[in-house]
């Protein structure tokens, strides 16, 4: 158990729909990145949040949208659903937003879009 | 940013002998490596990791060496156990960026 948590930990919808996936991070972490993992595309950074900033954007999708809480937790808001979007998404966290530092990933929650 | 390739894509050995996995970057000012273990429907898992000053660094049975000239680094995997069996990412972290970007994923099977 790597101390980050995700919910829910599957999610079915249907397309044109939008859903909120929820990472609460290691306790005194204050990073948090958001992958997709597909099939056919491995993992692919999506966004970071630092101390409730955006600090580093990836190939996130327009339709996609995340921010961090004073809490620290944070959520990715996916709309306007594609059948393309069905993947599974992690979250990470990691102590600080330093260059060489660990990141521990969540469970997961795997999205699949009907 | 930066551009990982893993090879190979997938890996079958016998219990018992050893696993190597390598990739290259192609950006030489990245400075940290980590190796993540994923089994199936499973979260990635950090096995371990190194930084760019740093060669070589080894955990048990779990290796990685790092040719930073060739812009290179290895995961080494000895005495293989079935439990090894899993996909395996090596990824590197460009120093003004804050994401990680992985391999494509290696799949190793140990057979009993």
């Known amino acids: 158990d790597s101390g980050v948590t995700q919910t829910p930990k599957h999610l079915i919808t249907a397309t044109g729909q939008r859903v909120t996936l929820r990472c609460s991070p290691r306790s005194g972490d204050l990073s948090v990145y958001w992958y997709q993992q597909s099939l056919d595309q491995g993992l692919q950074f999506l966004i970071q949040y630092y101390n409730g900033e955006e600090r580093a954007k990836g190939n996130i999708l327009e339709r996609f949208s995340a921010q961090q809480f004073p809490d620290l937790h944070s959520e990715l808001n996916l709309s306007s659903l594609e059948l393309g979007d069905s993947a599974l998404y992690f979250c990470?966290?990691?102590?600080?937003?330093?260059?060489?530092?660990?990141?521990?990933f969540g469970p997961g929650t795997r999205l699949t879009v009907t | 940013g930066e551009n990982v390739e893993q090879h190979p894509s997938t890996l079958s050995v016998q219990e018992g002998d050893s696993a190597v996995i390598k990739c290259t970057y192609s950006?030489?000012?990245?400075?940290?490596f980590p190796w993540y273990k994923q089994e199936l429907g499973k979260r990635p898992q950090l096995i371990i990791d190194?930084?760019?000053?740093?060669g070589e660094k080894k955990d048990q049975r779990i290796a990685v060496t790092l040719n930073k000239t060739a812009k290179h680094f290895s995961l080494h995997i000895t005495e293989t156990q079935p439990e090894d069996s899993a996909v395996y990412f090596c990824a590197a972290r460009y120093p003004y960026d804050y994401k990680l970007s992985f391999g494509a994923g290696t799949t190793v099977t140990v057979r009993a």
């Open positions: 950006d030489s000012a990245s400075n940290y």
């Open positions: 990470a966290s990691s102590p600080r937003d330093a260059h060489q530092t660990e990141q521990y």
């Open positions: 190194i930084r760019s000053n740093v």
